[in-house]
């Protein structure tokens, strides 16, 4: 059973070192100022002219309060009119992106992050999903998969309405902890009845998927305060959970400096929150998929990583891989071919350089063989738990053990420790391995030892 996790503290605290998230390889650390908008031209072209399908991801930075934990690109306001010239800009963003592809190039997958996507108007929303459609190819036979994230504190029936209405088939939904006195702690207020009407409005209005985050690790909370948080989380039957380890990194998130470092749980406690978190979920008949991640059996991942079609991505785990990533908004990354380029990170650079018609790419990177290769392996292991020897050679013409020979003292260190099966036909991440699957990753990651690894959380 690929959802089978077999718990080993020891072999956890062995190989729990921080490391990259893997959303992509290289990782968006490797990212340079050498990579702009002449690259990113050539690779839509290229989109074009194979005709690939589309994903997009839509970035609203803006956020009406704080939370102290959070590390995303946001801007906090009450001012409701700062989303205005915003959206102007995104929609001028839009259209000189879409006059690069080909109308024929179906949207598969749109997803809406932040910030707080609901933090724009009834009409804002309106206006943009109108912009989106006049100038791509977007599904209206509700076939796509079309997500947003919500915070319950900023969306009621109306809203989930008309998202729905929009179509909207999939919502993500903050949540990260119930206990009051840990939401007082990281400054999100938010009741079990205001996330659970946002539920109910969307079964209701029959989205075909829900997800929640949670989050361990944060100030104020304990193993057993998080065990119920996790037992209200299932009466709510999600189809999906994402169960984050906090990372507390004040020096480079200044929100985060206003937690109270000596409120924050041990690693000991830590390592019981996920154990007892791994254990509910398993019994209430969730999936570990990887990665922080659990769906039910039914849900689309579960399926795919059992066919093992499952994908990473930007995006995170997705059935949509193949497809070109096109990122709009502040921010936003783009994955299209072997060319990985951001947008500026500044608001107002973003805007201005949007203002003088010229698109915000700021930095990037164009994937050589080597990062193709290593991206394949990744990809697998982190998907499927597995790699196929044999497969790889095939796709890129090598021959596996002589061109990672000088890794393979490290495999077998690992398969020594139980982590994972290595033999001649490939590698299989065993059970009492499968939370560390970053780590088995990560020595196939060329770059690694250039870059400190203060930049990345702990696997666990």
């Known amino acids: 059973m690929l959802d089978a996790i077999r718990w080993d503290t020891d072999l956890i605290r062995r190989y729990d070192l921080a490391g990259p998230r893997y959303t992509s390889y290289p990782t968006a650390v490797q990212f340079n100022s050498q990579v702009g908008t002449f690259d990113l031209f050539h690779a839509l072209r290229d989109s074009r002219k194979a005709l690939r399908p589309l994903s997009l991801y839509v970035h609203v930075p803006f956020c009406a309060n704080i939370c102290y934990y959070c590390a995303c690109n946001k801007v906090i306001t009450k001012d409701r009119g700062r989303a205005l010239p915003y959206l102007q800009r995104l929609e001028q963003e839009i259209q000189l992106i879409a006059c690069h592809l080909d109308p024929a190039q179906k949207v598969e997958q749109l997803h809406f992050g932040g910030g707080t996507p609901t933090f724009l108007s009834h009409d804002e929303l309106r206006q943009l999903m109108a912009h989106l459609r006049k100038h791509f190819n977007l599904l209206d036979d509700d076939s796509g998969d079309y997500g947003i994230e919500i915070d319950p504190r900023e969306a009621d029936w109306s809203t989930m309405g008309l998202l729905r209405e929009l179509g909207f088939n999939r919502v993500s939904i903050g949540l990260q902890d119930l206990d009051p006195a840990v939401q007082r702690a990281v400054n999100r207020l938010q009741s079990l009845e205001e996330t659970r009407a946002v539920i109910d409005a969307a079964r209701t209005l029959q989205f075909r998927s829900i997800n929640i985050d949670l989050i361990y690790g944060l100030p104020k909370q304990t193993p057993d305060n998080f065990a119920r948080t996790v037992e209200e989380v299932i009466s709510l039957q999600p189809d999906r959970l994402s169960v984050f380890n906090y990372a507390h990194l004040p020096e480079r998130f200044m929100p985060q ?121 990744i990809q697998q292991l982190i998907c499927n738990f597995s790699l196929d020897f044999a497969e790889i050679e095939q796709a890129f013409n090598i021959d596996f053990q002589g061109y990672f020979g000088a890794l393979w003292p490290q495999l077998q260190g690992m398969a020594n420790d139980g982590l994972i099966e290595l033999n001649r036909e490939g590698i299989e991440i065993l059970p009492a391995g499968r939370l560390l699957a970053r780590s088995v990753c990560m020595v196939f990651d060329a770059y690694l030892e250039q870059q400190n690894r203060q930049r990345f959380s702990r696997v666990i």
Do not use: W
Not at 316 to 322: A, D, S, V
């Open 257 to 377: 400096r206003r937690i109270n470092s000596n409120e924050l749980p041990s690693p000991a406690q830590k390592l019981e929150m996920l154990q007892r978190t791994i254990e509910q979920l398993t019994a209430a008949g969730y999936r570990y998929i990887g990665m922080d991640h659990f769906a039910l059996p039914d849900d689309e991942l579960a399926i795919a990583q059992e066919e093992q079609t499952l994908q990473r991505n930007f995006q995170g785990y997705t059935t949509h891989g193949h497809c070109d990533l096109i990122g709009l908004g502040v921010s936003a990354i783009s994955q299209i071919g072997d060319l990985y380029c951001q947008n500026s990170s500044d608001l107002n650079e973003y805007q201005n350089t949007l203002a003088a018609a010229q698109l915000a790419t700021s930095r990037g990177l164009l994937c050589n063989a080597d990062d193709r290769l290593r991206r394949a392996v």
